[in-house]
């Protein structure tokens, strides 16, 4: 196994048990990390910063945030929905890094990983909300990225779609021949990226051996985008 130099790095990995939580639990704890499993709902203002106050140190914040994305036409698209996506997507970002920053700042070191989706990155039918919380991840990233450099802390994302997860593409749904043909057709990997192959490069974001990727976005889709 690669060294990755997460031994003794504590890890807070949001809603843990949705999306990549379980693999990203399993797969950094597998290359030394003290794993913070939080399952914590994140909607209300002060969720993001008492789980931190509560949890200590965070060497590794890795915002995993997910919810069904809906399928509805631009036309029919109402405030709810809009404010609903947003609400667990984008909101709960930077109050999470509000909370965690200034602890990195003042000791020059820290990684912040968010992952995030290549729907952002194309343009799907009817996925206009989903699509724009997922845009606007990416582009929070990238500032704050940026802007962290030179504090010696690195915040970038891994913007992934056709990755097998529970969340997405649950058995039934991998499954169906339809879907399927999709991914021959769709994808040029020809089938979805593993859990832990997104996992493992996740850790490898994480560690000391990426110091140099500053508000990036790194594409995880088997070529799709």
């Not at 797969?27 to 008492?50: I, K, N, Q």
């Not at 989903?130 to 994302?157: C, D």
Request: proline share 6%; with cysteine; charged share 15%.
């Amino acid at each position: 196994m690669a060294n990755m130099n997460l031994i003794g790095k504590r890890v807070l990995i949001t809603n843990a048990d949705v999306f990549m939580g379980p693999v990203l639990c399993q797969v950094f704890a597998a290359h030394g990390a003290t794993v913070l499993e939080s399952t914590d709902s994140l909607l209300h203002p002060d969720a993001p910063a008492s789980l931190i106050a509560a949890l200590g140190q965070i060497d590794i914040l890795v915002v995993n945030l997910a919810v069904p994305a809906p399928s509805t036409a631009v036309t029919d698209v109402l405030d709810d929905e809009w404010s609903d996506i947003f609400a667990a997507l984008v909101n709960p970002l930077p109050r999470l890094c509000r909370a965690v920053l200034p602890a990195m700042i003042a000791r020059r070191s820290g990684k912040i990983l968010v992952m995030g989706s290549a729907s952002a990155l194309r343009g799907m039918k009817r996925a206009s909300t989903y699509s724009a919380a997922r845009g606007a991840q990416l582009a929070y990233v990238q500032a704050v990225g940026v802007e962290m450099a030179s504090h010696n802390i690195q915040v970038n994302a891994i913007a992934q779609n056709f990755v097998d997860n529970p969340t997405y593409f649950p058995s039934e749904v991998q499954a169906n021949p339809k879907f399927q043909e999709r991914i021959k057709r769709e994808v040029p990997l020809g089938r979805l990226v593993g859990a832990s192959e997104d996992a493992e490069f996740a850790a490898y974001l994480c560690s000391d051996n990426a110091n140099c990727f500053v508000g990036q976005v790194f594409p995880v889709c088997g070529g799709w985008v």
